[in-house]
């Protein structure tokens, strides 16, 4: 039944975000490279369930929010660009696992495969303006999913700790709180903190796993964009801390999180589930 599933409420999340983006941003997005990739992503998740045998019907709504989060992120000049972005990003949820879970996030993994592997794609993270209503646009429909699957102490640990560091940055310099405010009202960095680092199957299952990822995340999103001047730190960071998120599991051990079932608990519950923007599952 539509809408039982969390993950519709995130496809018409997205695709409500791509329609006001092109709408009211002007952005110059072709649809012909945006049904590259859903196309890719869907046939890519069909195929490679059908080759490992692990889904004898694949759900291929991981593969359209995949798709759909590359679509808001992902630019590039040429259609075979976004063929190996979708590709990379559902492959790497078969290639990349640790007791049957994926470690890095789909769609992140797909925007830097583009980025190292061609030579045209590029992410504009303040594309979405610094407009009040596009935080509460966001805060609202990322809330009704983090209400729903108990992520937001990862959203709290990521945007607490880079506000902490981005105030001290600030006070130590002496400039004014605008400048702060500045730094920290992008939309989408509001999505990267709301949708793409909340995975419940690719970041930690325990809570305490996951506050130390997000500090993680924070800390190094702060160093590569303020002495390394690093315009996409947030995915950047998001993809060399992924691999973290093993470790922690074995650490602190927790129930994986399921989507059929919804979240219990700490950690979540026993079973198959999902990812940002982006979030896709490995089922």
């Not at 490679?48 to 359209?64: F, Y």
């Amino acid at each position: 039944m539509l809408f039982k599933d969390i993950r519709d409420y995130q496809i018409s999340f997205l695709g409500l975000f791509l329609v006001v983006g092109i709408s009211t941003r002007d952005w110059t997005l072709r649809p012909e490279l945006i049904g590259v990739l859903i196309a890719t992503s869907l046939v890519t998740q069909w195929i490679l369930s059908w080759v490992t045998g692990k889904e004898q019907m694949p759900n291929l709504r991981s593969a359209l929010i995949t798709s759909l989060g590359l679509s808001l992120l992902l630019r590039a000049d040429d259609w075979t660009t976004m063929v190996i972005a979708a590709a990379t990003a559902i492959a790497s949820k078969f290639l990349f696992q640790f007791h049957n879970k994926h470690f890095f996030n789909p769609a992140n993994f797909g925007i830097i495969s583009a980025l190292i592997l061609t030579s045209d794609a590029w992410v504009s993270p303040g594309q979405w303006g610094e407009e009040w209503w596009y935080a509460l646009l966001f805060a609202g429909t990322g809330g009704m999913i983090l209400q729903r699957i108990g992520r937001w102490d990862t959203t709290a640990a990521f945007l607490g700790s880079y506000s902490l560091l981005e105030a001290i940055r600030n006070l130590w310099l002496g400039w004014t709180w605008d400048v702060f405010w500045h730094r920290l009202m992008s939309g989408s960095l509001l999505l990267f903190a709301l949708f793409m680092i909340t995975d419940p199957r690719s970041i930690p299952n325990s809570r305490i796993g996951r506050v130390i990822w997000a500090v993680c995340i924070a800390g190094l999103t702060f160093i590569l964009r303020n002495y390394f001047f690093v315009p996409t730190a947030v995915f950047w960071a998001l993809f060399i801390v992924a691999p973290l998120s093993v470790l922690l599991d074995v650490l602190w051990f927790a129930p994986r999180f399921s989507w059929q079932r919804g979240d219990e608990g700490d950690g979540g519950a026993e079973g198959a589930g999902g990812e940002l923007l982006l979030s896709t599952p490995n089922s």
